[in-house]
């Protein structure tokens, strides 16, 4: 079992960047696809992106394409999520999750392990 926390997140203005991290525990996080997920308020939670276990398969929705970016430093235990030119829509809990699927994991009900989240506000 794998045990996840988020960090780094926090209240940013418009157009500036925020790079979020999920540090494991338990077990090597190398052997898992790590995803990447929001929740807005009122709302479902929202597929990101994610990002294989060898780093070389990544994999986004429309909605962050071009300006998020998911990497993985496995001697570190660890998967970062990079914003650039946030914007107020991006506003939610952030939340990564860890999967052993393989293939298209863009569902929630793939991923097994889930972090607490860490809020990201940007203002206007």
């Known amino acids: 079992q794998v045990q996840l926390v988020e960090s780094g997140g926090g209240l940013v203005q418009a157009g500036v960047s925020l790079r979020l991290s999920c540090a494991a525990s338990?077990?090597?996080?190398?052997?898992?696809?790590v995803g990447w997920f929001r929740q807005a308020s009122g709302k479902e939670r929202e597929f990101i992106g994610y990002?294989?276990?060898?780093?070389?398969?990544?994999n986004y929705a429309d909605s962050v394409k071009g300006r998020f970016t998911i990497s993985r430093d496995n001697a570190k235990n660890t998967v970062y999520l990079q914003m650039n030119s946030l914007k107020p829509e991006d506003t939610a809990v952030y939340y990564c999750?860890?999967?052993?699927?393989?293939?298209?994991?863009?569902?929630?009900?793939?991923?097994?392990?889930w972090g607490q989240g860490t809020q990201v506000t940007v203002s206007s």
């Open positions: 990002i294989g276990r060898s780093a070389e398969i990544t």
């Open positions: 338990g077990r090597t996080l190398s052997t898992y696809t």
């Open positions: 999750a860890a999967s052993r699927a393989f293939g298209l994991i863009d569902q929630t009900t793939m991923y097994a392990y």
